[in-house]
């Protein structure tokens, strides 16, 4: 007996000691498939009185990626412990019985898992998987990691799509030998409208893992017309599952002119194919390509007033985004929040380019043209005036700063001290073809550095800056005809308190179309002094900031004129007007440091 229950127990020590068999689906690769991130930011209302809920809709082309895989359990995002009346469930079709349902009591406030009774496994078929409550006034919802089809059940009217920039709080697990290793989808993508032939076009792309492997490298195909041959690998990514990247690229050359369509696509993965490609495509988008054009200069168009407790910070802001920009011109209309005493009629004509129902400053416009497809989310109104940080407004400027100039801008001015009177010539001709029926030449006077006490926002002094004094056409320009050349002529009497020295002319042309706010695009615009100087040099100098020292040197290196004592770049900027034409260095010296620079007036 004594040597049975001693091979007995021999014989169950080897069993325990060698590795036991694989239990299938224990080890099987996992994935959680989800459109929203993690925490939740909003709630959505519905019906206390009725049966509601929130689902998510994988079209054919996912589930099939999926196919033969389980879905083996989903988390809901709840804010309702303890109800009672919750279900699951997994339908090929929103208003019919559901192929899987299950139901459930939400344990707590927040996510919760909820194992299927019977994995489902997935065939071929277009699916929605969601949840539906009872007894409840709100959904949870959070901020969305990747856009995909929703759905929201709000009450008695049943399914409506679900069109808000948020998520259902739901994620979906699944397990299986094929679900996809290498599974990357593009987002937004930032592509270009303008070109010159045979240089590279910067862009960029949002680029989502959704995989199970991490991914280290893509390879970018760029379709341009017929041209597919045009390819660009970008290494060193680094993206774990379930992460997002912007992907800055060099971008496809154009070789031939006129208008191309193009677009991009990530036609491999780690080396390999993505096994769900079809949303591996940009959107497509129209390239107008040049051998050769002129550039243009850029109109910042900037709405603020004094009664705007924002503005202040904002307006500074502009001004620092446009210290030694060149190619850029600002003109500030005091509209959009009420008015002050810097406000003229032609400004508050401008508030037509705001939606109706949301007039607000601060706020900007690059040329009045709408990016929305480059940056939807920053053009939401779908029209060209946006509120802006800095990241915006470089973004815009890049943008712009890459569209030709159509028409020229010969620009001059003369002031007759005498009598305060300026003088100003215009006249241009069409540089490339122009689209719309109705050009037109503006042309306005700025006032640069006025001082106020009044300023909502700002204790003591605010300086504003380039203000729209004066619009010598009407606010909607004046007709020109570009394709023969245009020639126009203004003079005007300045007011004796506005500062002649702080003024400038500023020319643009436009098309006009009173019926759409997108097709006023400008064309080109163009600024000067009073006495018809390049004005740049006082953006280079220019700082809100209190100054104790400002330096004015010559190219020789003494000293032309010093001011100490506490001060602004005003009193720099007068002592530039006040010297002879040349060029400069100008150093000023206060808590921040020290800063030079070279100036031409």
């Excluded at 539906?132 to 009450?155: A, D, H, M, P």
């Excluded at 073809?433 to 030449?441: E, K, T, Y």
């Excluded at 042309?509 to 009073?530: H, M, W």
Aim: charged share 20%; glycine share 6%.
């Amino acid at each position: 007996m004594k040597k049975h229950l001693h091979a007995i127990i021999m014989i169950a020590a080897m069993i325990a000691a060698c590795p036991q068999q694989s239990r299938g689906t224990d080890e099987l690769p996992t994935l959680m498939v989800a459109n929203g991130q993690n925490a939740v930011v909003t709630y959505q209302q519905v019906s206390r009185d009725s049966i509601v809920g929130s689902c998510v809709c994988w079209p054919k082309e996912t589930v099939e990626s999926y196919q033969g895989a389980r879905i083996t359990h989903l988390e809901i995002n709840s804010a309702n412990a303890g109800s009672n009346s919750a279900a699951i469930f997994i339908s090929r079709n929103l208003n019919a019985e559901p192929d899987y349902r299950q139901t459930y009591t939400p344990a707590k406030n927040g996510w919760n898992k909820v194992e299927l009774s019977t994995p489902y496994t997935l065939s071929t078929d277009t699916i929605y998987i969601g949840y539906e409550i009872s007894g409840v006034r709100y959904l949870n919802y959070c901020n969305t990691f990747i856009q995909g089809e929703e759905w929201l059940k709000k009450g008695p009217s049943g399914w409506k799509k679900y069109g808000n920039p948020y998520s259902a709080g739901i994620k979906v697990w699944l397990e299986g030998d094929a679900l996809p290793k290498n599974d990357v989808a593009v987002g937004h993508a930032v592509m270009p409208l303008y070109a010159k032939t045979g240089e590279p076009v910067s862009c960029s792309m949002d680029i989502y893992n959704l995989g199970i492997d991490k991914i280290s490298d893509i390879e970018v195909t760029y379709h341009v017309g017929d041209d597919h041959s045009q390819k660009e690998t970008i290494a060193g990514l680094n993206m774990d599952n379930r992460t997002r990247k912007t992907i800055q690229l060099a971008g496809p050359t154009f070789s031939a002119e006129g208008n191309q369509q193009w677009q991009m696509e990530i036609t491999a993965v780690n080396g390999t194919a993505d096994k769900k490609g079809y949303d591996n495509r940009s959107r497509q988008s129209n390239m107008l390509a040049y051998n050769d054009y002129t550039k243009r200069k850029v109109l910042v168009e900037l709405f603020s007033t004094e009664r705007c407790t924002q503005c202040a910070a904002f307006d500074e802001l502009l001004s620092q985004f446009m210290a030694n920009k060149t190619d850029a011109v600002q003109l500030s209309h005091h509209s959009g929040f009420y008015t002050d005493k810097l406000t003229i009629d032609e400004s508050i004509a401008y508030e037509w380019f705001y939606r109706p129902v949301n007039i607000h400053a601060p706020a900007v416009m690059f040329d009045r043209t709408s990016h929305f497809d480059n940056y939807p989310t920053v053009f939401q109104d779908t029209v060209p005036l946006i509120s802006f940080d800095t990241p915006t407004l470089t973004a815009l400027h890049q943008m712009q700063t890459t569209a030709p100039a159509f028409v020229s801008i010969n620009l001059s001015a003369s002031y007759d001290n005498s009598n305060r009177m300026v003088t100003i010539d215009v006249s241009g001709e069409q540089l490339l073809p122009v689209s719309g029926d109705s050009i037109r030449l503006n042309v306005f006077l700025t006032e640069d550095s006025i001082a106020s006490d009044t300023q909502a926002g700002v204790s003591g002094t605010f300086i504003h800056r380039h203000a729209a004094r004066k619009c010598l056409t009407t606010a909607w320009g004046q007709p020109i005809d570009v394709a023969n050349g245009y020639n126009s002529h203004f003079s005007f009497v300045i007011p004796d308190e506005w500062q002649e020295k702080r003024m400038r002319v500023v020319a643009f042309v436009t098309n006009y179309n009173p019926n759409d706010k997108l097709d006023c695009k400008v064309l080109n615009a163009n600024q000067c002094l009073l006495d018809g100087t390049d004005p740049t040099y006082i953006n280079k100098v220019y700082d809100r900031s209190i100054i104790d020292m400002v330096t004015v040197y010559d190219m020789q290196g003494r000293v032309v004129v010093r001011l100490t004592g506490q001060t602004n770049t005003n009193d720099a900027i007068r002592i530039l007007d006040s010297l002879p034409k040349g060029v400069y260095i100008v150093e000023t010296e206060n808590t921040k440091g020290t800063k030079r620079s070279k100036v031409s007036k």
